[in-house]
């Protein structure tokens, strides 16, 4: 643990963009998450830590109802994006994840070129009127993800021909390309290599001026490098959330410690 | 000897060979098991193996060399003039065994010995009146070389059959003997079994290599003979078909395989958007208790064999189009027509291509799905946009062979596209396919060696061809698709 | 936020839908419905084609008869009078139907029904002409009947039957020379007095096909035994060579390109077209082997062909479901690679390979195609004898009498085709039944 550092970030708002409160899980008679409290804030960096099956990821899926895809999943309590509840019988989940963008674990680019990869968002949802405002799109959503240096004389390339970590720079480019508010990873890094990782959590923190990021991650450090706040997750509950200094070296929680210092996980 | 009292006869002696074995291995150890080298019952196993197997192979051969033998031998015997007035010896030999048979009957109703067939002549002992007694009839008077030639084929086939008799029993014993003196407790009496079982296994599996071999040798070779009496130009380049029973035949290809392109065309522009809509719909929006009802139900489909289908066109929809638009558009007044025919066969192919493109966009990792999900698609954009063209490839292959089996799909268009080959654009007219044809021209009364009946082995080579491209592109195409996502 | 394109257009609120959000999800809701309509068009078509071919052929189990008291005259039928049944042959159709006639005219006298003005030849038509052959048998196989008066159950001809059953009306009576508006009249009034019925007919599943001119008397007895033959030597020669090459292919072969051949091939020969099969048949079995047309030898050979493929492949899968851990498992205690398979992985595996094997079966107790090849659409009025001399002798199946009936011109016919489907694919389902039950009470999850 002696490689842990903490960086010292201002955290440059405090409204909350998302809040839940009471939020409950349950897939089939499991109760996955129980009663969870978050604010998360604007143009700062949230991360999610606690060991595997904890619920965090759970959590993260609820925040843009891709848990509407689980058949078995039902999801209770009050989660709001702007004040208003996402679970709202007449919010249309396609217009809410449009504006909270989420990347996966393993990087998942389609099938298509690497342009079409990144106009798909903003061609379903018609953000752009006629094909040079796509093309502007595309390049700066490769540009803000770092990777249109690498890419931009080959763009009607298959996405799925780049390397690993420039795929998953590429989903993350096609995530922002619909301008989301909200930006959710799943262990966005656990598929990567060392240098991949790099990249990708520097891109991250660029990313923190523009949206609130929420980042799950199974890596301690990951979570310290990164982020302004983390939440702690243990059996379902949230056990500690607060600013990620204080997390890492003043937990209030036994369980929080006994995590951070790797007596559980 | 009967071929099934031989085959028991064989088998009873691999059982006795069986406990002869055992027990000689047995003895020979003095009753310690323990000092064998394998288990008591393999030195059976490995006696009673080396009596049936080989015996049963020299069967098999001699069964069936022993017709061509046969033919071969009597055939040299008729005389000239009487092949002539039949026109051809395949059928005079029918006669020749034919009367053979009956020979056989006659003699036991009446119960004759030898010397009195040998007596019965053709003039005066009215075998035809005493053949017909026996159920065999005959189309004229017996001549007196053919009942020769029958008396001759049944002497020489009765002395083959016991010679088959003999060798097959010798075979049984000296495979036997040879076996049981091998026996000692030293013998690796289960690597031996091991490897004889494993001779029957290669051999076994060796029969799809030569069922092929087969189908690709009659077809070829009945072709070539084709070839030898129709000019091949004619076949592959006329554009009409029109066979005549006293020859002088045109025998084009293209109007039987515009028919056939017509109506698979037909089927698949009704089971292709069907079958695709519903596996789409089935493994994309269904809940998994109408998914579990739906499929099974669509699979039924596909379980109904083709002549159920074909006598529902017949029956049924060909009388429906007929009557409620064909006839009122002045387009026909067939109720067997390439609509019917095609309609129907859509029918039967829509749970094959919903079953085959169901598994191909299951096969579509759930990692797409979200992705295109969390970026905010529809589950239709969803679909649409990365589902099937991820599954494309996959798509495009169950197609195809939805495509080979709609060409080579044989009772439907038999009773449901009619008779006529004609290059039409009308679908409500009655059309002929490959498949049509070579049925008709192989049941028909046409004699084997014309050109009328050989065509139906050129047609069947075509079809052969065209359906194994399309079964070999479609498997690679799927092969290809099913590495990608592994 | 600098890049003014890349301002969403999106509404400021979650709950209110533009305009585009509403238009996506009509489009989401037509292709929902578009799916909804393919599978209900489907399931659709299914039902159609069921009740078709079951309005079609439920009529082939139930037959109109006539039933009349006959006195069997022994002066007319044993003139000898010494009831020795070979002299009694020698009595023709025509004289029991001279009997049959002369009953039939007595008894619409007795039962006072107006006769229309017909001739007792007339009356006589309205009965098969199956009829005094059936009476004949009857006395044949038991000449104490002579002298008895019987009650007499003949089939009514087809028109008649039709005329019952609804296929059959006055007008088309009218037009048709086999039938006349007065018979049809004369035989309503006999359904009145009980002389004719319509019931149950067991014969059709048992007899034999009948010419042309009596679809009355056609039943499917010859072709569910010839069926049945066939699948016999399906099974018999089928499931031991499709386990062997199975276990060959799946156990123990090695890996190269020869037997990487054979699997293309075995995957190519399960989409080979059935008709080509019937062309191999035709080749093979008739014109090079000699063996006989119309035979089930020759059918059951040809259908064993083409399961084989299904069955190997279903085996297959079914070895391949066995986990490796039993393999080891057996090794390990020096069992030999054959006692292993032989031992533990064949008895695992044995009901997937039996349902598969039942699988195969089905498909081909319904296949027609190479069957019409090989000569078995026939006329065979004979059973055939018991296996296995029966295997040889002229026979014909299920499916291809169906083909056959279809292809006879009176409407009756289409009647009994559809029977036979229903018959058919009632074996289907049982067969279909039994694969079922034999994977949900065997199979087993590792």
């Known amino acids: 643990m002696n490689d842990m550092r903490i960086v010292e970030r201002t955290v440059s708002t405090d409204t909350a963009k998302m809040t839940a409160r009471r939020a409950q899980v349950y897939y089939g008679d499991n109760h996955a998450l129980k009663d969870v409290d978050v604010d998360i804030l604007d143009k700062t960096v949230t991360a999610f830590i606690g060991p595997s099956g904890c619920g965090k990821s759970?959590?993260?899926?609820?925040?843009?109802?891709?848990?509407?895809?689980?058949?078995?999943?039902?999801?209770?309590?009050e989660i709001k994006l702007d004040g208003e509840d996402i679970y709202d019988k007449r919010v249309d989940p396609v217009v809410l994840r449009a504006k909270i963008g989420m990347v996966f674990q393993k990087p998942n680019p389609f099938p298509k070129s690497i342009y079409e990869n990144v106009a798909y968002g903003p061609r379903i949802h018609g953000l752009a009127r006629g094909k040079a405002e796509l093309d502007a799109i595309v390049e700066t959503s490769l540009k803000k993800a770092a990777l249109w240096n690498e890419v931009k004389d080959r763009l009607d390339a298959p996405g799925t021909g780049l390397s690993g970590g420039q795929q998953q720079r590429l989903c993350i480019a096609r995530a922002i390309a619909t301008s989301p508010e909200v930006l959710l990873m799943d262990e966005p890094c656990s598929a990567l290599d060392p240098i991949a990782t790099a990249q990708v959590e520097e891109l991250i923190d660029e990313l923190r001026s523009q949206f609130s990021v929420v980042i799950v991650t199974h890596s301690m450090q990951q979570a310290a490098r990164v982020s302004q706040r983390t939440a702690f997750f243990h059996l379902g509950h949230l056990v500690e959330y607060g600013e990620t200094g204080q997390i890492f070296t003043n937990p209030k929680d036994p369980r929080t410690e006994s995590y951070i210092t790797g007596r559980i996980g | 000897m009967s071929v099934g009292l031989i085959s028991l006869i064989v088998l009873g002696l691999a059982a006795l060979g069986f406990f002869l074995g055992r027990q000689k291995a047995l003895s020979s150890v003095k009753g310690d098991a323990r000092l064998l080298h394998s288990l008591p019952s393999y030195y059976g196993w490995s006696v009673a193996l080396f009596t049936a197997v080989p015996a049963m192979l020299v069967m098999i051969v001699w069964l069936f060399v022993q017709p061509t033998l046969l033919e071969t031998q009597v055939a040299s015997t008729i005389p000239a003039e009487n092949i002539a007035a039949s026109g051809n010896i395949s059928l005079v030999m029918a006669d020749v065994r034919r009367i053979a048979d009956g020979l056989d009957l006659v003699a036991a109703r009446a119960g004759l010995d030898e010397a009195g067939i040998d007596a019965l002549r053709?003039?005066?002992?009215?075998?035809?009146?005493?053949?017909?007694?026996?159920?065999?009839?005959?189309?004229?008077?017996v001549d007196g070389a053919i009942l020769a030639a029958a008396k001759e084929y049944r002497t020489y086939s009765n002395s083959l059959r016991l010679g088959m008799s003999v060798v097959v029993l010798l075979a049984a014993l000296i495979g036997a003997g040879f076996a049981w003196m091998r026996i000692s407790p030293d013998l690796r009496a289960r690597n031996l079994v091991e490897q004889f079982t494993m001779a029957l296994l290669?051999?076994?599996?060796?029969?799809?290599?030569?069922?092929?071999?087969?189908?690709?040798?009659?077809?070829?070779?009945?072709?070539?003979?084709?070839?030898q009496l129709y000019p091949?130009?004619?076949?592959?380049?006329?554009?009409?078909?029109?066979?005549?029973?006293?020859?002088?035949?045109?025998?084009?290809?293209?109007?039987?395989?515009?028919?056939t392109m017509y109506v698979s065309f037909i089927s698949l522009v009704v089971a292709v958007p069907i079958g695709l809509m519903a596996a789409i719909y089935l493994s994309e929006y269904a809940s998994p208790r109408m998914r579990a009802t739906a499929k099974p139900l669509l699979e039924i489909l596909a379980g109904i064999p083709s002549i159920v289908y074909g006598l529902f066109a017949l029956v049924t929809v060909g009388p429906l189009l007929r009557d409620w638009i064909a006839g009122p558009l002045g387009l026909g007044n067939s109720s067997s027509s390439v609509m019917t025919a095609g309609l129907v066969m859509g029918i039967m192919l829509i749970p094959y291509v919903s079953s085959l493109s169901d598994d191909i966009i299951n096969a579509v990792p759930q990692a797409m799905r979200d992705g295109s999900f969390g970026l905010g698609a529809t589950q239709s954009e969803t679909v649409k946009r990365v589902v099937i063209p991820a599954a494309l490839p996959g798509i495009v292959g169950a197609i195809l062979l939805a495509a080979s089996r709609a060409i080579g799909e044989t009772m439907i268009v038999v009773m449901g596209a009619g008779a006529a080959a004609q290059l039409s654009l009308n679908p409500f007219e009655a059309m002929t396919t490959v498949t049509v044809k070579i049925v008709s021209?192989?049941?028909?009364?046409?004699?084997f060696a014309s050109p009328e009946t050989l065509v139906a082995f050129a047609l069947g080579l075509t079809l052969f061809c065209i359906t194994l491209a399309l079964n070999v592109l479609a498997l690679v195409i799927v092969r290809k698709y099913r590495e990608q996502y592994e | 936020m600098t890049d003014a394109s890349l301002n969403p257009a999106a509404p400021k609120s979650l709950l209110t839908a533009d305009a585009r959000t509403r238009n996506r999800r009509a489009a989401e809701m037509r292709f929902r419905m578009i799916g909804l309509s393919a599978v209900l068009l489907g399931l659709v078509a299914l039902v159609f084609l069921m009740v078709s071919i079951l309005g079609n052929g439920v009529g082939a189990f139930?037959?109109?008869f006539v039933e009349i008291p006959v006195m069997l005259d022994p002066a007319a039928l044993d003139k000898s009078g010494n009831r020795d049944v070979e002299q009694m042959k020698k009595v023709t159709t025509v004289g029991y139907g001279k009997l049959i006639e002369k009953a039939l005219g007595a008894e619409l006298v007795a039962r006072n029904i107006d006769t229309q003005g017909l001739t007792s030849k007339d009356i006589m038509g309205l009965m098969s002409k199956e009829a005094p052959a059936d009476l004949r048998n009857q006395v044949l196989a038991n000449p104490d009947l002579l002298g008895q008066t019987i009650t007499f159950n003949g089939f009514a001809t087809s028109r008649v039957d039709g005329f019952f059953k609804g296929r059959v009306t006055m007008d088309s009576a009218l037009r048709d020379s086999n039938i006349s508006p007065e018979q049809l009249t004369v035989a309503q009034a006999m359904a009145d007095a009980g002389l004719i019925e319509v019931k149950f007919n067991l014969s059709f599943l048992t007899a034999?096909?009948?010419?042309?001119?009596?679809?009355?008397?056609?039943?499917?007895?010859?072709?569910?035994?010839?069926?049945?033959?066939?699948?016999?030597?399906?099974?018999?020669?089928?499931?031991?060579?499709?386990v062997a090459s199975s276990i060959y292919l799946e156990e123990l072969a090695p890996k190269n390109k020869w037997t990487d051949m054979i699997e293309v091939n075995i995957a190519n020969l399960a989409a080979v077209p059935a008709i080509v099969y019937g062309i191999l048949a035709l080749a093979l079995f008739i014109n090079f082997a000699g063996l006989p047309q119309s035979a089930p030898i020759v059918g059951g050979l040809v259908l064993t062909l083409m399961t084989l493929p299904t069955i190997i492949i279903a085996t297959r899968?079914?070895?391949?479901?066995?986990p490796p851990s039993i393999r080891d498992a057996a090794l390990g205690v020096g069992a030999s690679r054959m006692q292993a398979i032989f031992h533990h992985v064949l008895p695992l595996a044995m009901p997937g390979i039996l349902t598969g094997t039942i699988l195969g079966l089905a498909r081909a107790l319904g296949e027609s195609a190479p069957l019409l090849l090989i000569g078995m659409v026939a006329f065979v009025k004979d059973y055939p004898a018991a296996p296995p001399e029966g295997l040889m002798q002229p026979a014909t199946a299920l499916p291809v009498q169906v083909y056959q009936w279809t292809q006879r011109s009176d409407p009756a016919f289409v009647e009994r085709a559809s029977g036979a489907i229903i018959v058919l694919l009632v074996f289907l389902l049982i067969m279909n039944a039994v694969a079922i039950i034999l994977r949900r009470r065997f199979e087993r999850r590792w």
């Not at chain 1, 759970?58 to 309590?77: E, Q």
């Not at chain 2, 075998?127 to 009839?137: I, S």
Request: proline share 3%; net charge negative.
């Open chain 2, 232 to 259: 091949a130009k004619d076949f592959f380049f006329s554009l009409t078909w029109n066979p005549q029973f006293r020859g002088g035949s045109d025998l084009g290809l293209w109007p039987l395989v515009w028919g």
């Open chain 3, 62 to 64: 139930r037959q109109t």
């Open chain 2, 441 to 447: 021209q192989l049941t028909g009364d046409t004699e």
């Open chain 2, 122 to 141: 053709a003039d005066f002992s009215d075998l035809r009146g005493r053949l017909a007694e026996v159920g065999v009839a005959l189309g004229a008077n």
């Open chain 1, 58 to 77: 759970t959590f993260l899926r609820c925040l843009n109802r891709m848990n509407d895809t689980v058949a078995s999943a039902r999801v209770m309590g």
């Open chain 2, 202 to 227: 290669i051999g076994c599996s060796l029969i799809a290599v030569a069922t092929t071999a087969g189908i690709i040798a009659s077809l070829v070779f009945e072709t070539w003979h084709f070839f």
């Open chain 3, 317 to 322: 899968a079914a070895l391949k479901a066995v």
């Open chain 3, 208 to 242: 034999p096909d009948a010419s042309e001119l009596r679809p009355e008397a056609a039943g499917l007895g010859v072709a569910i035994l010839g069926s049945a033959y066939m699948m016999l030597i399906v099974l018999a020669l089928s499931l031991p060579i499709g």
